[in-house]
């Protein structure tokens, strides 16, 4: 069946990178994208960006242009997400999603989700 | 820029109990208005695309319906298991917004 684990949780500080990981399993990664939603502690749910699982080609929330990189590694079905120059306010569950058969950005599975803590 | 907003944002019912929830979309999404289910601690999991298509396992005493800028998020005959915070999600383009959510709680 279709799976999507992300990598585990971290602590950064201010100003530093980080960057998420999300394997699939269970289908074919280039024929479906890959997005990214945020969700802060007792907040609601934030849109990132998308990527596509077929040629990379990427659409990102006009708040994320230029802090957040979003790629993916065909050879291991992985997606990842990079968000730099953090700060505390982007302490968040980030979860990855895959944009399935559904229909256009319509996000059948999702990963178990990854903490992400900013903190001096 | 689209806006997605959602109302209410609780809402206390018993089992049993038929529950609404709107979605408004600042511009014309078509039908592109999907609503999703999260439990505490948990990932969010799809519920109903395309305004009104059930998701596979999804029992029928959820419905979805609306279009261009108005939605709506019908649950018949509350069970148990529905008790949990709501979000619809919508697509203009190649951009996606999400509703602020409505946290369905026990009466």
């Known amino acids: 069946q279709v799976r999507v684990v992300q990598s585990g949780p971290e602590v950064k500080k201010p100003g530093a990178s980080v960057k998420v990981s999300c394997q699939t399993s269970?289908?074919?990664?280039?024929?479906?994208?890959i997005t990214w939603v945020r969700q802060a502690p007792g907040q609601g749910l934030e849109w990132m960006g998308w990527?596509?699982?077929?040629?990379?080609?990427?659409n990102l929330a006009q708040k994320f242009q230029g802090r957040v990189t979003m790629t993916t590694d065909t050879s291991t079905n992985t997606a990842y997400m990079e968000l730099m120059n953090l700060r505390p306010d982007d302490t968040a569950m980030y979860f990855c999603?895959?944009?399935?058969?559904?229909?256009?950005?319509?996000?059948?599975?999702w990963g178990q989700g990854t903490m992400i803590t900013v903190s001096s | 820029d689209f806006q997605m907003t959602q109302s209410p944002s609780s809402l206390s019912a018993s089992v049993g109990d038929r529950v609404i929830i709107t979605c408004r979309a600042s511009?014309?999404?078509?039908?592109?208005l999907h609503w999703y289910q999260q439990k505490p601690g948990k990932a969010p999991t799809l519920l109903i695309h395309?305004?009104?298509t059930l998701y596979s396992g999804v029992p029928s005493r959820f419905r979805g319906s609306g279009s261009g800028t108005e939605f709506t998020l019908t649950i018949s005959g509350l069970q148990p298991e529905d008790f949990a915070t709501y979000f619809c999600?919508?697509?203009?383009?190649?951009?996606?917004?999400f509703g602020q959510g409505t946290k369905l709680e026990t009466k």
């Open positions: 999600q919508g697509s203009h383009s190649t951009q996606s917004r």
């Open positions: 511009q014309s999404i078509d039908s592109h």
């Open positions: 395309m305004t009104s």
């Open positions: 269970g289908y074919i990664f280039s024929h479906y994208g």
């Open positions: 990527i596509s699982g077929y040629n990379a080609n990427t």
């Open positions: 999603a895959r944009e399935g058969p559904t229909g256009p950005l319509v996000f059948d599975v």
